[in-house]
């Protein structure tokens, strides 16, 4: 079937590769001219692992192109896949792009007697497309609901795992309005085989808020705990974890006799703080739904309480060994919000290099693929980028490792470690890896 996706970032064009991967014809519609030419040369212009090839593949079969023009991608399209960004604004959900974006729909389905749907895959708080999306498509259309379709079909990808988390979707959710919206729908997702949920649109919009937020819940719950571990002493919260993990409730027992390890283990982990582009946001979109709703939302406000004061941790342990911290040199390996992948939005390190900025820290910083995005993020603080990061090494008093990318392992064997103070923001090493001293983490402090 034709599809158009309006917005390519992440998750547009994530989706809209993956539909033609399946056998659907889809057209991508961007504002930036320069995207939407580098995306019809087959080139994506985000870090996405295995999305090169797959949009080479797509495109050589002509199964999928990108456009400036909504009007082209509509003509043919069964339905529109709403996917432009959805950011914070004062810790409210800022609907300026939906609402641009139904405008312009709006404007093309005055002129057209066909029947299309639309669909919202853009994070939007429970009762938006029922209420927004819908009241700005009628008023721009003079059509009503029925004339158009409406839906929503949350998305559930991760960001470094996005094509694989797309064609081997756990659920989706079949949000509609209308019954010819979710007959689209069905037919679009044809080619998985998960579980699909025929939900109204309000229940999809929630599905997606309450998964992301208890995902962060037990971040923060992990984060509150470790902090405990290390005021206490002598507790290593990687050892208590490691036996929480262990209730058979968390990780049964599998057939073959061994544990299942499920990936939800990775969120009850310590570290420095969740970042992304979408757990801060959608945590404080949902706490403050809530309290417009004039519920007192405390839990969702103490894990972003949590959340907000865990990078600071880091500055906590630099202290304890750099004193004083201030105009000390300090290379922060990781600026990416997590491994594999470019997106620096709402990253932990971003606030570990602005405090250690406000410190007059002299800050070098590597990434092996975020130092664009970090550069433009950053542009307001001294620090300097480096791509030679165990050159590095030799020249600091500390080193910060703030994301688990594989290639930092080497530092336990970097010329010039010897002495250096290393705090590892993300429990990617163990003790012994490093002097005794000098290796300093969240969730662990040896009483002296
Ligand atoms: N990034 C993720 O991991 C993820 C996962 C699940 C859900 N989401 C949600 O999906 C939505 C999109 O997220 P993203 O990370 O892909 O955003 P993004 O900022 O990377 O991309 C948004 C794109 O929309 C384009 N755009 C904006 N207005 C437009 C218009 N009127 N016409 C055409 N293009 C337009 C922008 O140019 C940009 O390319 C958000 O609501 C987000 O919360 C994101």
Not at 35 to 42: G, I, Q, S, W, Y
Not at 60 to 83: G, H, P, Y
Not at 430 to 444: A, Q, S, V
Request: charged letters at 25%; a neutral charge; one cysteine or more.
């Amino acid at each position: 079937m034709k599809i158009a996706v309006l917005g390519t970032g992440y998750v547009g064009l994530v989706s809209g590769v993956c539909l033609a991967a399946k056998g659907h014809d889809v057209t991508c519609v961007d504002l930036r001219a320069e995207v939407v030419d580098k995306l019809n040369r087959a080139e994506p212009h985000i870090h996405e692992v295995d999305l090169p090839e797959l949009l080479k593949k797509v495109v050589a079969e002509k199964r999928f192109r990108a456009t400036l023009s909504l009007e082209e991608a509509m003509r043919e399209a069964a339905f529109v896949l709403l996917a432009v960004g959805t950011p914070s604004s004062d810790g409210k959900i800022d609907l300026n792009y939906i609402g641009k974006a139904c405008e312009q729909i709006g404007a093309i389905l005055k002129k057209s007697d066909r029947f299309i749907s639309i669909v919202v895959k853009s994070t939007v708080v429970p009762g938006t497309t029922d209420t927004f999306v819908r009241g700005v498509l009628e008023k721009t259309s003079g059509k009503k609901l029925g004339q158009f379709g409406l839906g929503m079909n949350p998305e559930f990808l991760r960001e470094g795992n996005a094509i694989d988390d797309f064609m081997k979707a756990d659920r989706i959710a079949l949000g509609h309005e209308d019954k010819q919206t979710l007959a689209l729908l069905h037919e679009a997702y044809l080619p998985w085989s998960c579980e699909k949920l025929e939900v109204n649109t309000r229940t999809a919009e929630m599905i997606k808020y309450a998964n992301n937020a208890l995902l962060a819940i037990q971040i923060s719950a992990a984060n509150e705990l470790a902090n405990l571990c290390f005021e206490m002493g002598n507790i290593d919260i990687q050892q208590v974890m490691g036996g929480v993990h262990l209730d058979k409730r968390w990780n049964p027992v599998g057939s073959a006799g061994g544990r299942v390890n499920p990936q939800i283990l990775t969120y009850l982990m310590a570290g420095c703080g969740f970042g992304g582009s979408c757990f801060p946001k959608d945590v404080q979109a949902l706490r403050t739904l809530g309290q417009e709703q004039k519920l007192p939302m405390q839990m969702l406000q103490a894990v972003l309480d949590i959340n907000d004061r865990q990078p600071l941790q880091i500055i906590r342990l630099l202290r304890a060994r750099l004193q004083p911290l201030e105009g000390r040199k300090v290379l922060v390996l990781g600026i990416a919000f997590k491994p594999d992948t470019d997106d620096v939005r709402e990253s932990a390190s971003l606030r570990i290099i602005r405090e250690l900025a406000q410190l007059n820290c002299q800050i070098t910083a590597h990434d092996p693929i975020a130092a664009d995005n970090a550069r433009k993020e950053l542009s307001d603080v001294k620090f300097s980028l480096v791509t030679d990061w165990p050159a590095e090494v030799a020249k600091v008093d500390a080193i910060v490792v703030a994301t688990k990318w594989p290639e930092y392992a080497a530092l336990k064997k970097a010329n010039g470690i010897e002495g250096k103070v290393v705090v590892d923001a993300r429990r990617m090493f163990r003790p012994g890896d490093f002097e005794k001293l000098n290796y300093l983490t969240i969730g662990r402090r040896e009483l002296e």
